[in-house]
């Protein structure tokens, strides 16, 4: 597939103030093409410099303020859906959180080196929204000093972590591409979400997730991971790294040094890891090194203690002997280190915080991600510094691998997007028949006992569809509930949508019964169903009516233990409830693909979870 868009140049160029000046009065559609690399998807390895590009970045550095030095640490969110002129409500979210109106105001007052855009803070409406912000926020850098294009950068890992939604395309979260056990489809999908914030002006992705999920009970990661095989795991983070890279794309390595064993969220708490030095090294650190050995742009920390690399206790994102000693030194490893968000709780345990930023660049850290406080923060750095606990040596140390970035980007040549970019790629019909192919080979086939799937338009073409309809990932049609049976009508079913919650009550299930009576058959999505859960109770009530009853995990895998021994006809797996997952689970179900998907991880027995269940690699098909 060509490369579908002009983003920008990824050559190295020579950076001038005469060009930035340049660049910043440039107008929307003055994008310029992007050059056959950027097509290639040919990038210059993390670790790699150029000593020509080197020596100007350091002549701009040179020229920067102390206070415009550490600006460019920070990444932070702002309210609004425009730089300039944001709605009344933003503007006050932000004088609220922030002290400034608005993103252009931000960058001013702190010379901030990137922000972060979310849903929540009403940056993300449209695509055409989008690009207006993106320039908006390029040309507020670039109207001042220090004339320096800015990173702007999302979570779009896709499956539940989705920032930019429709009419974006959505394409199949980690868990489910690991289902699918394709480099080249995991490839290709980070190739399209890359090509598609490329053309929005969003230039680092806070994905892969490179995460090894080894324990199911994992309330952050679960299906973020693309399983619980190291190997598998390193494989497909990999391939996830060229394939944003390739399309223009910063990609981001997380969470360092792995968080897939946890029983706690590091945004409500602070995880503690147990594994020793020889498990790290043989559970956790093989999709780190893979994504370093593929030219990884950006590596971000996790808000977890592991004793085992350090034994001070403090968090990996304000660990020298973790982040310095191990990522550095050991993996060999010099591009960007990005906290994860400075705001969540796993990191403001131990340490307040006006501690933690410097404490964190103290460890290795070049960006520090969106601190609760940022007037609190940026000041704590500046005090250091002038203090002498910081050496401005080490500032410009972070700076340079953050122009570094910049540069390898093409954005001191051309930080602007356009329109017409934004028309040719994104939503574009070739990168959601993609998806939809991509998604169908992630379907998995749990159970079938009886032979029910897939389901005939002769036999059972009436049916039922109820059960957990959590909050929608970003851009979503949602519920799942209609989206599933809004599928099975254009597949020629007779499909009614009935939600009943993650946690029906007795009248819900009643009603689910009663609507259940002359259906030909039950679909179920399940979403994290436990011993106790009431889904669970749905499900036998369901069953109990004689109708067929067919699950779908909407979420994690894990749904099937605690169904099995309900008389389930059949289960299936689709690791998340977007769209495209869900279109795929129907067709799958209605035979019009066949499930291709095995598990990525093992299904315990809920009665001993020292038995396996399910083994990683099983998967039925027809």
Not at 278 to 289: G, V
Request: glycine share 10%; charged share 20%; hydrophobic share 40%.
């Amino acid at each position: 597939m060509p490369h579908p868009i002009s983003r920008r140049t990824l050559l190295t160029v020579t950076v001038t103030a005469a060009a930035t000046v340049a660049a910043a009065t440039g107008a929307l559609a003055s994008a310029g093409p992007a050059s056959a690399q950027a097509a290639s998807g040919r990038h210059p390895a993390a670790g790699r410099h150029d000593a020509a590009t080197d020596r100007r970045l350091r002549r701009i550095i040179a020229g920067m303020s102390l206070e415009e030095k550490v600006g460019q640490l920070f990444v932070m969110r702002v309210y609004g859906h425009s730089a300039t002129d944001p709605d009344q409500a933003d503007v006050d979210a932000n004088l609220r959180e922030i002290g400034v109106r608005t993103a252009a105001e931000l960058i001013s007052t702190y010379h901030v080196g990137g922000i972060i855009y979310f849903t929540w803070a009403h940056n993300t409406r449209d695509p055409h929204q989008i690009a207006d912000l993106s320039n908006g926020i390029q040309r507020a850098a670039l109207a001042g000093r220090p004339r320096v294009p800015l990173l702007v950068s999302t979570d779009q890992e896709h499956g539940i972590v989705c920032r930019v939604g429709e009419p974006a395309t959505l394409l199949p979260g980690a868990m489910a591409l690991g289902a699918g056990g394709s480099r080249s489809d995991t490839r290709r999908a980070a190739w399209i979400a890359g090509t598609e914030l490329a053309a929005l002006g969003i230039n680092q992705n806070y994905a892969p997730d490179a995460d090894v999920n080894v324990n199911p009970a994992n309330p952050v990661i679960g299906v973020r991971s693309f399983g619980s095989d190291p190997d598998a795991v390193a494989g497909l983070v990999a391939a996830q790294v060229k394939g944003y890279q390739g399309a223009g794309v910063a990609s981001t390595a997380k969470h360092f040094p792995g968080h897939g064993d946890t029983n706690t969220d590091s945004h409500t708490g602070l995880p503690v890891i147990r594994h020793t030095r020889a498990q790290w090294e043989e559970l956790d650190a093989p999709p780190f090194r893979a994504a370093i050995r593929a030219g990884i742009h950006s590596v971000m920390t996790a808000h977890i203690v592991v004793p085992a690399l350090d034994p001070s206790e403090d968090p990996a994102t304000l660990s020298r002997p973790i982040l310095t000693g191990i990522l550095r030194e050991e993996l060999g490893y010099d591009g960007v280190v990005v906290t994860d968000s400075l705001g969540m709780e796993g990191v403001r345990t131990k340490y307040g915080d006006d501690r933690v930023p410097v404490l964190a660049l103290l460890a290795g850290v070049d960006q520090l991600l969106n601190p609760p406080n940022l007037s609190v923060a940026w000041n704590a750095v500046l005090e250091a510094v002038r203090g002498g606990e910081i050496g401005e040596a080490r500032i410009e140390e972070s700076v340079l691998r953050i122009l570094r970035l910049k540069s390898r980007l093409g954005l001191f040549q051309e930080p602007f997007v356009s329109h017409r970019g934004v028309e040719r790629t994104v939503g574009s019909r070739a990168h959601r028949a993609t998806a939809d192919r991509i998604a169908e080979r992630t379907t998995t086939l749990l159970a079938d006992p009886g032979s029910l799937l897939p389901l005939s338009r002769r036999s059972h073409r009436n049916l039922l569809v109820v059960g957990a309809d959590p909050a929608s990932p970003s851009g979503t049609t949602g519920p799942p509930t209609g989206t599933l049976a809004d599928a099975f009508g254009e597949l020629g079913f007779t499909a009614q949508a009935l939600s009943t919650g993650t946690a029906p009550s007795r009248a819900k299930i009643d009603e689910a019964v009663a609507a259940a009576e002359g259906r030909d058959a039950v679909v179920v999505a399940t979403y994290n169903v436990t011993a106790s859960s009431s889904q669970r109770t749905l499900v036998a009530a369901l069953v109990a009516t004689g109708v067929p009853v067919v699950t779908v995990a909407i979420r994690n895998p894990y749904d099937v233990a605690h169904l099995t021994g309900t008389g389930v006809a059949a289960s299936l797996a689709a690791y998340s409830w977007t769209d495209v997952e869900l279109r795929a689970a129907a067709r799958v179900i209605a035979g019009r693909a066949e499930p291709q998907g095995t598990l990525p991880v093992p299904v315990q027995r809920a009665d001993d979870p020292t038995r396996v269940l399910y083994p990683v690699g099983h998967g039925l098909s027809y």
